[in-house]
């Protein structure tokens, strides 16, 4: 064949300008949103379409934390070396395992090792059980209703174990996009074919079904068409019915028998035709009625990097996922890490690069608690023999998350409201390039997290006790030197929330003096303990006389749990709250809970886009639906 019947390179583009090309082509198209449900244990390595709620707490009792017995705590008081104390089987105490069920009247468990046993129904001990001691609460790891996952998250096996934990047994995920294969060429035969000489046994298929499954797709391979322009072009037609991505492999060159290039010209677009790299230049970017359609050289090597070129990428834009690069990075610790030198510890991190720094701040250390694997981005390992790291260390970290998700992510720390998660899953469904990860401190953390640098933005409700005006006399109290801004974001009730048909017939601040009523209050800073103070100071209702004062849970999903469970009488908590966990509720005041900002990052695109979703009509009725939120004034920004 003449010279003149020989296929040309068209092009000879840069790598990185043909993947922004040809991978812009499909970006817009690429809404693949075929959904479909899938049990649990058949999730691994899928994405979500929308975020994932428990259904239930986990765990769903009040479970004994360690091996011993389980005491009334307020029976032990006075126990201690000098006055050991005797305790009775059944009445007094009960023998209980790790994991095991805590009821009434038992609120309390001592270790095995700290008791002496006298005979078969009488131990002694020799320090008194604080209340609940030894015990993980009902909703420690998971509170009924938090969010689990967010949308277009890739599920991990830990992931499963949550889920599962939460009593979901199945997921809506995207539909794996499926990728036909096509191997070419009159040379190459199946491996279960004799092999003679001239001919070649065909791998480079195999190869891309796994690259196709390892990446997220799903493989569909085609039998070996022979060099034939008629059976290349029917087979090309019929993938592109069948599949959302098609590969042609060999014949992309500029050999007399290299017809790929033609049929595709006949059939769609050849986009571009010749890559500035070696290996991979003859590959073949076209589009067949709007799917992409690649060829790929016959060469082994080539094949493998044109691949990871092209296919890739365009894979992990279908499945709403961000390519990463590299496994470690170095960041700077936001608070010490005490270590003990009996272990190696892995210790859970969550990371987000504010200014020029990579900050890691350290996530809960229990053993039980699986959602601060969930949430970690990266793991720090403190090595045996080293007792931990102060603030300020850099460390190195080991990552969990693409590095590029992690940069891409808006870090928040300050107090909680389970509107943070939801408006967080709703930047990123609307932005898949976009995160935001909340760190629960309460509101004066919040404040002096941003005082450090350690977040872009801090959500905070804190009530000026003399004017009732919320946050700005804090924020210049504590930030006086900084040009700092308030982005309005909801009011929201605050109020008791009490159990169903309010057994106690609790009426208000006044009623938490009673002996009777088992008080659960939130963490020192937090803002809702600060507004508590207020009323009780407002009512003269004394501190020490409030039981359970000195109880703390975090976040007001906990406290919820805690007042559902039955281990607590009420607490001071938001509406929204009260509802998800199917609490009455008390309401006590409006409060302004804002998101305070320094000044020079509103001008940022992630800044602009999350106040642009903050305003969303789709994000503002998930809000209303969740009840006790006045969302007038959302989004405007108060200068400071």
């Known amino acids: 064949m003449g010279k003149e019947t020989r296929n040309i390179y068209l092009t000879n583009i840069p790598l990185e300008e043909a993947q922004k090309q040809y991978l812009t082509q499909f970006k817009d198209k690429n809404a693949f949103k075929k959904a479909e449900k899938i ?14 709620f428990a259904k239930k707490s986990s765990p769903s009792y009040n479970a004994a934390a360690m091996d011993g ?15 050991p104390l005797s305790l009775k089987l059944g009445k007094e105490f009960k023998f209980i395992n790790t994991g095991g069920c805590l009821k009434d009247p038992f609120d309390a468990v001592i270790m095995i090792e700290d008791i002496v046993e006298i005979d078969d129904a009488t131990v002694e001990i020799y320090n008194a059980a604080k209340p609940w001691q030894h015990v993980r609460p009902i909703g420690e790891d998971i509170v009924e209703g938090e969010m689990i996952l967010s949308a277009n998250h890739k599920i991990r096996p830990i992931d499963i174990g949550a889920l599962l934990a939460g009593q979901i047994q199945e997921v809506e995920v995207y539909q794996q996009p499926k990728v036909g294969i096509i191997p070419t060429g009159s040379e190459i035969i199946e491996v279960s074919e004799e092999l003679k000489d001239g001919k070649i046994i065909e791998s480079n298929s195999r190869m891309f079904s796994g690259m196709v499954q390892h990446y997220g797709g799903r493989p ?4 070996i068409v022979k060099d034939d322009y008629r059976l290349i072009k029917e087979t090309i037609n019929k993938a592109v019915e069948e599949n959302d991505i098609v590969i ?7 050999g007399s028998e290299d017809y790929t290039v033609n049929v595709i010209r006949e059939l769609g677009e050849v986009i571009i035709h010749g890559v500035a790299t070696k290996p991979g230049k003859p590959a073949i970017l076209a589009s067949v009625k709007g799917k992409p359609v690649i060829g790929i050289p016959g060469y082994p090597v080539s094949a493998y990097f044109v691949f990871e070129f092209f296919l890739k990428p365009l894979l992990f834009q279908y499945n709403r996922q961000l390519l990463s690069e590299g496994n470690k990075i170095k960041a700077t610790l936001t608070r010490r890490v005490v270590s003990s030198l009996k272990h190696e510890e892995y210790i859970r991190l969550k990371l987000g690069k504010v200014g020029n720094k990579m900050m890691a701040t350290p996530l809960e250390r229990g053993a039980g608690v699986t959602m601060s694997l969930v949430k970690a981005d990266g793991i720090l390992v403190v090595p045996q023999q080293r007792e931990g790291y102060e603030a300020g260390t850099e460390i190195e970290v080991t990552l969990l998350k693409p590095q590029e998700e992690i940069n891409n992510t808006i870090v928040s720390i300050g107090s909680h409201d389970i509107v943070m998660d939801i408006i967080g899953n709703h930047l990123h469904t609307e932005n898949p390039q976009l995160f935001l990860s909340s760190a629960h401190v309460g509101s004066m953390g919040g404040i002096m997290a941003m005082k450090k640098g350690e977040c872009h933005l801090a959500p905070i409700h804190l ?21 700092m801004a308030l982005i309005k974001f909801v009011k929201r009730s605050q109020g008791f929330m009490i159990q169903k048909g309010n057994p106690k017939g609790i009426k208000g601040i006044l009623d938490l003096a009673r002996k009777d009523i088992q008080f659960i209050n939130r963490q020192r800073g937090a803002g809702t303990r600060i507004l508590l103070d207020y009323y009780l100071k407002k009512t003269e209702v004394e501190v020490s006389t409030v039981n359970g004062y000195d109880r703390e849970m975090t976040t007001h999903m906990a406290v919820a749990a805690a007042v559902a469970s039955g281990t607590a009488d009420c607490g001071l908590g938001v509406y929204s709250a009260a509802k998800s966990m199917g609490l009455d509720f008390i309401p006590v005041d409006w409060e302004d809970y804002d998101l305070l900002i320094p000044q020079k990052e509103l001008n940022k695109e992630e800044v602009k886009k999350l106040i642009e979703t903050m305003k969303d009509g789709k994000f503002l009725k998930l809000i209303e639906d969740l009840g006790g939120y006045d969302t007038k004034n959302i989004g405007e920004i108060i200068y400071l």
Not at 39 to 49: C, G, I
Not at 72 to 80: F, L, Q
């Open 248 to 254: 042609i492999n060999a014949g992309s060159s500029a």
């Open 69 to 83: 017995i389980a005491v009334i705590a307020e029976k032990t008081y006075g126990a201690m070396e000098s006055n």
């Open 220 to 223: 569909n391979r085609y039998e």
């Open 463 to 483: 009530m000026d006790e003399e004017t009732g005006v919320y946050n700005i006399s804090y924020v210049k109290r504590y930030l006086k030197d900084e040009k």
């Open 39 to 52: 049990f649990v244990l058949e999730a691994l390595d899928r994405v979500t379409t929308q975020a994932v």
